[in-house]
């Protein structure tokens, strides 16, 4: 049976869409988010046309007054989102044609193409501003941890083979800095949206005189300047989809950045590490086992992590070949972007709440980097500064480990005479490279874990995060 002709573009069709059909294509389901944005969006636009004339003052005043009533009502979940008019756009647009009369004269000089390309950019504004904020309360959980266990020390992983001790402090140094790089990743993708595409209808522009400065200013597209921010190519305008990788893409690097965070606690909560206890409140127990406590909430942020980048892969591949300039394909951009921003918000959510109730086990820390092969290096270094050439010194050290491990001891078990036959270099003082405390006292450099250092990278954050 025909369907009535659909109400917002239905003119030139004798029958309207097929009940699957209205199925298929809605994206009301997943758009509506994006309500206030739609709304501040209509708001600016409904300025600009009054600006220049194209309504009045009272029907641009009238138009305000209803998208506001509307947006109170979709806030208060007393809206009723009907499928049949697709999307957001439509379906606000509808309530406010039932309310306001001049509602009629607001899609003026504009296409959804250019409204949803707005919507988003503006969306793109506060998600990142929203993710950000995560960002900083996840490093501050990070902080206060190294603080409260500034004096830890544990061995640092190659190949995840005992390496050389580092202080607990500069091992969760490296999250601060991976989590600052995330959300100046972050601040990018939000300069990038900050480029107002109205005015470029569906591909080219309108023959109406409107002031797309004055819509860029509204919405606060400007510059560091104030200066309006319009987008300079209505095709590429209403067609691009950079914004959206790109948001991905860095939802994607915190996901990599988190998993790897993850993967640490949870090998540091295991009984063979045990440098950590994870909080209860972010652990589960078997349901069969009754001693086991897991750290699923560690597990679950690497698993997110897949489903992220799986987000970003879905966006490359819907715009890779697409011919310019809007085809329908694009409405499945959305879902991938707020299922990212969703995911990486409550994987930050929970990394925070997960490190501010972590234990530290220092006994354990103590016993494992208590182990003098982690200095073996150091009294590489011993050598150099008696003149043996590093390769030599490489050498010879590796010849003591060896000798160690034939005898069944700790490396700084060994006896003067004993490494001494190794190499005449190897003085009595040779053992004081196995001190930890004056090992560490060495690493004096920029970026390096002495105890100086991490003081004072320590102080650096607290300053940074306030
Ligand atoms: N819901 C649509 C989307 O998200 C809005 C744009 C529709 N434009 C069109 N020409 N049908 O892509």
């Known amino acids: 049976?025909?369907?009535?002709?659909?109400?917002?573009?239905?003119?030139?069709?004798?029958?309207?869409?097929?009940?699957?059909?209205?199925?298929?294509?809605?994206?009301?389901?997943?758009?509506?988010?994006?309500?206030?944005?739609?709304?501040?969006?209509?708001?600016?636009?409904?300025?600009?046309?009054?600006?220049?004339?194209?309504?009045?003052?009272?029907?641009?005043?009238?138009?305000?007054?209803?998208?506001?009533?509307?947006?109170?009502?979709?806030?208060?979940?007393?809206?009723?989102?009907?499928?049949?008019?697709?999307?957001?756009?439509?379906?606000?647009?509808?309530?406010?044609?039932?309310?306001?009369?001049?509602?009629?004269?607001?899609?003026?000089?504009?296409?959804?193409?250019?409204?949803?390309?707005?919507?988003?950019?503006?969306?793109f504004k506060a998600a990142c501003t929203d993710i950000i904020q995560r960002i900083d309360a996840a490093q501050r959980a990070i902080l206060a941890l190294a603080e409260a266990n500034a004096d830890v020390l544990i061995p640092g992983y190659t190949h995840l083979q005992r390496a050389q001790p580092v202080y607990l402090a500069h091992h969760l140094g490296a999250y601060l800095e991976m989590l600052q790089r995330d959300a100046e990743r972050f601040a990018v993708v939000q300069d990038h949206a900050n480029w107002c595409p109205l005015g470029s209808g569906a591909i080219a522009g309108t023959t109406l005189p409107i002031d797309r400065e004055f819509s860029a200013k509204a919405l606060g597209f400007v510059d560091a300047k104030g200066r309006p921010r319009v987008t300079p190519n209505s095709m590429d305008a209403v067609s691009d989809r950079d914004t959206y990788i790109e948001f991905a893409a860095a939802c994607a690097t915190v996901g990599v950045h988190l998993s790897r965070m993850a993967e640490d606690l949870i090998l540091w909560a295991s009984q063979e590490f045990k440098f950590v206890e994870l909080p209860d409140a972010f652990c589960t127990g078997s349901s069969l086992m009754p001693q086991k406590k897991n750290p699923d909430s560690m597990e679950l942020i690497r698993g997110k992590s897949a489903r992220l980048q799986g987000n970003l892969h879905t966006l490359l591949t819907l715009v890779k070949g697409l011919p310019l300039t809007y085809n329908r394909d694009l409405q499945e951009d959305k879902p991938p972007v707020f299922d990212s921003h969703d995911q990486t918000v409550l994987c930050l959510e929970v990394l925070a709440g997960t490190f501010a109730g972590t234990t530290v086990h220092r006994d354990r820390c103590a016993t494992a980097v208590a182990d003098p092969a982690l200095l073996a290096t150091d009294l590489a270094d011993y050598l150099v500064r008696a003149g043996v050439?590093?390769?030599?010194?490489?050498?010879?050290?590796?010849?003591?480990?060896?000798?160690?491990?034939?005898?069944?001891?700790?490396?700084?078990?060994?006896?003067?005479?004993?490494?001494?036959?190794?190499?005449?270099?190897?003085?009595?003082?040779?053992?004081?490279?196995?001190?930890?405390?004056?090992?560490?006292?060495?690493?004096?450099?920029?970026?390096?874990?002495g105890p100086a250092q991490v003081k004072r990278q320590l102080a650096r954050w607290k300053k940074l995060l306030g």
């Not at 806030?75 to 697709?86: H, I, L, V």
């Not at 490494?419 to 920029?446: C, N, Y």
């Open 389 to 449: 050439p590093f390769r030599e010194a490489h050498h010879v050290v590796g010849a003591v480990v060896r000798l160690a491990e034939k005898k069944r001891v700790p490396i700084d078990r060994l006896s003067h005479a004993e490494v001494q036959r190794v190499h005449p270099k190897l003085a009595p003082d040779w053992i004081e490279s196995f001190h930890l405390d004056k090992a560490m006292a060495r690493r004096t450099g920029t970026g390096m874990p």
């Open 1 to 123: 049976m025909a369907k009535k002709a659909q109400a917002t573009w239905g003119g030139r069709f004798s029958a309207g869409p097929a009940e699957l059909m209205l199925k298929f294509s809605e994206s009301v389901s997943f758009d509506a988010r994006l309500a206030p944005f739609d709304v501040q969006g209509s708001k600016g636009h409904s300025a600009m046309l009054a600006h220049v004339g194209i309504i009045t003052a009272q029907e641009r005043d009238a138009i305000h007054a209803g998208l506001d009533a509307i947006l109170a009502e979709i806030q208060a979940g007393k809206f009723t989102w009907r499928t049949q008019f697709e999307d957001v756009h439509m379906n606000i647009e509808q309530a406010l044609t039932k309310r306001v009369p001049a509602a009629a004269k607001l899609h003026t000089a504009r296409s959804r193409n250019d409204q949803v390309a707005t919507d988003m950019r503006l969306y």
